[in-house]
Nanobody, 121 residues
Framework: QVQLVESGGGLVQPGGSLRLSCAAS????????MGWYRQAPGKQRELVAA???????NYADSVKGRFTISRDNAKNTAYLQMNSLKPEDTAVYYC???????????????WGQGTQVTVSS
């Protein structure tokens, strides 16, 4: 009954910006870390950025200084602000969250459905 819904993907020119959102809903007790992954055609899924419940962040080297992850704990939502986008950022972006459902004492991994980001002129 827990789900993650992503939004905000699309087509943008090189140098442009996009903001992705990931909203968690359902029977949630708590949310631990949240993160964004991406998968380009023919490549493995890779971590882009992650944020803990207390706000500590980490980023892939390829996006440091360009992307910013944040979260609003009151809204169970994480964001990924992507600036100075490059063609190599083109991928399907997936939200991930480690969520403790109300029916369990343990966290589980949940994934969103993915949102396409295309950077092209």
């Amino acid at each position: 009954q827990v789900q993650l819904v992503e939004s905000g993907g699309g087509l943008v020119q090189p140098g442009g910006s996009l903001r992705l959102s990931c909203a968690a809903s359902g029977s949630i007790y708590s949310i631990n870390a949240m993160g964004w992954y991406r998968q380009a055609p023919g490549k493995q899924r890779e971590l882009v950025a992650a944020i803990t419940s207390s706000g500590s962040t980490n980023y892939a080297d390829s996006v440091k200084g360009r992307f910013t992850i944040s979260r609003d704990n009151a809204k169970n939502t994480a964001y990924l602000q992507m600036n100075s986008l490059k063609p190599e950022d083109t991928a399907v972006y997936y939200c991930n969250a480690k969520i403790v459902p109300r029916s369990s004492w343990s966290p589980f991994d949940y994934w969103g459905q993915g949102t396409q980001v295309t950077v092209s002129s």
